[in-house]
């Protein structure tokens, strides 16, 4: 089973990367860009075939590993 976890930083966090991307795009002409928020994309393979179970799973690898929960937010989306 594959499983994408998307982690993003918490709104009123700073974000250093989307800001230098967002005066990259700035200078290379594209204009009206307002905010760019950066994070991460991380598929993960399961063994597991109960998509409750490794949602349950991916949640634990997220507080415990993948996401800082005090100043990043994650989602999961479990597929086939």
Do not use: W
């Amino acid at each position: 089973m594959k499983a994408k976890v998307h982690v993003t930083y918490k709104d009123g966090v700073l974000d250093p990367q989307g800001k230098a991307v967002q005066h990259s795009l700035a200078a290379m002409g594209f204009v009206g860009v307002e905010q760019v928020r950066q994070g991460k994309y991380i598929e993960i393979d399961l063994a597991d075939a109960d998509a409750e179970a490794a949602k349950a799973t991916l949640d634990a690898m997220c507080r415990q590993l993948l996401a800082n929960t005090v100043i990043e937010n994650y989602t999961i989306d479990v597929g086939e």
